[in-house]
Every structure is written in structure tokens, then in C-alpha cells.
């Protein structure tokens, strides 16, 4: 499970943000453009499964009492369920807005506030989107981009070669053109992954927009907050303020393993993620000390995570400092599970500073 939480997206002149849902909302409908009406994806909330996007678009905007231009008036939730858990499900949207709306109670019970929160002083939209496209920021888009050039200007000349504009073969240059396609690192089916391709296999996630100030359009509710529980001093009352990111991370995964009858693996959990990250002695002493079955897949999903390393005898000296015995453990399997930690760490410390985690 993968979420991230952020603040709308600022203005055009990077002071304030803009004082409208619209762009948002226009955004997350366009899977909808070109299908019949009953295959379309609606938004919903708590309450209601269709939704129209006017609605959304004047509920939210018409929801920021009391908010400076340069306070969000939204923020966005995504959430992003792994394949295996997709696959739990069947990949169902009636299931997926079912666990939306028990993660948005988890949602509210996170603030920090002198009130209970509930998910009735939410004012939230959300919408599941079954496609996700590449984007000009990625790993594969990046390492493709020197083939792209130059075949794009190898296609320049080969033009102009057909016009008589340049002497050359416009053969050898369709050869050179297929030959760099050919080592182009990344392709689907035979063509160059370029930004704005979709992704292959199960993409299927949850947008959720949030209203910033609370259903009454009173309070003002924060996820951005940079304290987990916190009280201070305003107008000579204490103030009760925060919000607990772990605590809500933590309990998505729980619902999600309770309303939907999931058996959650030790890797996928994100305290044990966050365990890693301070300290992987005792992680991986963890995960030696698991049952049979369980402590296989947990090798083979740390495994699918990256190409192992050549850091040669880094298994040895990690079970060495863990103080333990492992002979039930292979050693080829030992080793691929350390290697693959040290080519997870930059993203797992990624992951858990931005409050989200995924597998």
C-alpha cells in the first residue's frame, strides 16, 4: 500500500493557490472521455456512490471560510493499493469504495484536536482511476530520452534526405534508427517508453480530494501539520493541533487487512519499514526469525525490489552483528535479500519521510 498526502497545487505566481477545484476535478475525469455512461467511474463520498463533478467542484470551492490566498483549500489523497493486494480483491471498485470510506474514518481519527474528529466533519470527494501514465520525471523515461533524441534527429535528416534538401541513404539512416530503437534500455511491446504512455498491468488507485476546512465550514483541518499532537496558546486558550501521519499509515493497512481479509506479509508492513530504516540489524534479524512460508515470501517480495548489488560479504557481516544462527536460510538467498536492502534504502527513506510507503 502506497499513499501520499498533498497540499493543491500553488498559482501561477507561487504565492497563492488557486482559488479552484476545477483543474483538479477536470483532471481525475478524463479515463471517463469516450465510455458509455454505465462503464464511467464516478466520484463519491461517505454517503453516496455517483456524484456529479459540479457538485464536487462547488462543494469544495464553496468550503474555505476564513482562509488566506495563501492557505491550500484542498488536499489530495492517493491512495495506491500493490498488485497483490489488487489482486486480493479482484481488482473490484465496490470494494475499493468500501475501503475508502473505512480509511477516511482512520483519516479523521488522526487529528489531534480539542474535539473528536469523526468522518462526518470530512468534506471529501473520491474517485478510483484504473490507469496510470508515464511520466517525463521517471527512471525509464530519463534512461530513454538520449535514444529519443537522436533518433528524432536522425528522422530530421532522413526527411530531408527524401526531399533532396542533404545527400546521404535514407536506408542507412532507417538502419541506424532501428538499431538504436533496438537498444533503447526500456520498451512495451516493441516500442520506446516515452512520457505520457500507459503503464502495463494493474494501475488501479483512489484519488481523494479534502476539503481544508471541516463539513460545517468552521475549523480548519490540516494533514500537512508538522506536529503529531501539539498544543499551544491562541487568544489565552490552549489549542489542541496536529496530525499523526504514522498513526493514520498504520491504520489503513490494518483496515484494510480487516474490511477486505487480507494477510498482510512482514515486508509489507510499514512500521517494519520504518524499522529498516533505524535499524536494520534488528529488521533483518526479524525476518530470519519468521515461519518458514512467511519468511519465503518475504525474501521473494524484498527481492522484487531491485537488481542486487556487488557488496560481497555484506550478508555475512549483518548476520554476524544480528548475534543470530540462520543455517535454515540459503545462503544465495540470504545474500540476495541483504543486497536488495542496500538497493532499497535511498527509496525506503523517500517513502517513509514523505509519510507513504508501497510495495
Known amino acids: 500500500m502506497h499513499i501520499n498526502i498533498t497540499a493543491q497545487k500553488i498559482g501561477e505566481n507561487f504565492e497563492t493557490y488557486n482559488s479552484s477545484v476545477t483543474d483538479y476535478v477536470n483532471y481525475l475525469e478524463k479515463e471517463n472521455e469516450g465510455k458509455h455512461p454505465e462503464l464511467q467511474e464516478q466520484f463519491f463520498d461517505q454517503y453516496n456512490d455517483r456524484i456529479s463533478p459540479e457538485t464536487v467542484i462547488s462543494e469544495i470551492d464553496g468550503n474555505t471560510r476564513k482562509l488566506k490566498k495563501k492557505d491550500p483549500k484542498f488536499y489530495s489523497i492517493v491512495v495506491s493499493p500493490s498488485v497483490k ?6 481488482n473490484d471498485p465496490a470494494f475499493l469504495r468500501m475501503y475508502t470510506r473505512a480509511l477516511m474514518k482512520d483519516y479523521a481519527a488522526s487529528f489531534h484536536r480539542d474535539r473528536t474528529v469523526t468522518v462526518d466533519d470530512i468534506k471529501y470527494y473520491a474517485k478510483i482511476e484504473h490507469e496510470r501514465t508515464y511520466r517525463g ?28 534538401e542533404i545527400k546521404g541513404s535514407a536506408k542507412k539512416i532507417q538502419q541506424e534508427i532501428n538499431k538504436l530503437t533496438a537498444e533503447a534500455p526500456y520498451k512495451v511491446e516493441g ?15 483512489i484519488h481523494i480530494i479534502v476539503s481544508r476546512n471541516d463539513m460545517s465550514n468552521t475549523y480548519s483541518l490540516s494533514p500537512n501539520s508538522q506536529h503529531k499532537a501539539n498544543t499551544t496558546i491562541l ?26 481479509g487480507y494477510n498482510r506479509n512482514f515486508i509489507e508492513k510499514y512500521s517494519n519499514r520504518k524499522l529498516y530504516k533505524k535499524d536494520p540489524v534488528k529488521f533483518f534479524a526479524l525476518v530470519a526469525g519468521l515461519p518458514t512460508k512467511e519468511r519465503e515470501l518475504a525474501i521473494k517480495l524484498l527481492h522484487k525490489f ?12 549483518l548476520v554476524q552483528k544480528s548475534g543470530l544462527k540462520m543455517p535454515s536460510i540459503p545462503t544465495n538467498k540470504v545474500q540476495l535479500a541483504i543486497k536488495a536492502f542496500n538497493k532499497l534504502k535511498k527509496g525506503l527513506d523517500r517513502a517513509i519521510q514523505s509519510g507513504s510507503i508501497g510495495i
Open 191 to 205: 516500442k520506446i517508453l516515452t512520457e505520457g504512455m500507459k503503464k502495463e498491468g494493474m494501475q488501479t488507485h
Open 85 to 90: 493486494e489488487l489482486k486480493h480483491i479482484n
Open 137 to 164: 520525471f521517471e527512471k525509464k523515461i530519463k534512461a530513454n530520452e538520449p535514444y529519443l533524441k537522436r533518433i528524432a534527429k536522425l528522422n530530421n535528416d532522413k526527411a530531408k534526405v527524401e526531399r533532396g
Open 306 to 317: 531491485g537488481v542486487p548489488t556487488n557488496q560481497k560479504g555484506a550478508a555475512y557481516r
Open 235 to 260: 487568544h489565552g486558550k490552549e489549542v489542541k493541533q496536529g496530525f499523526n501521519r504514522d498513526k493514520f499509515i498504520t491504520a489503513t493497512e490494518k483496515t484494510f487487512d480487516k474490511v477486505l
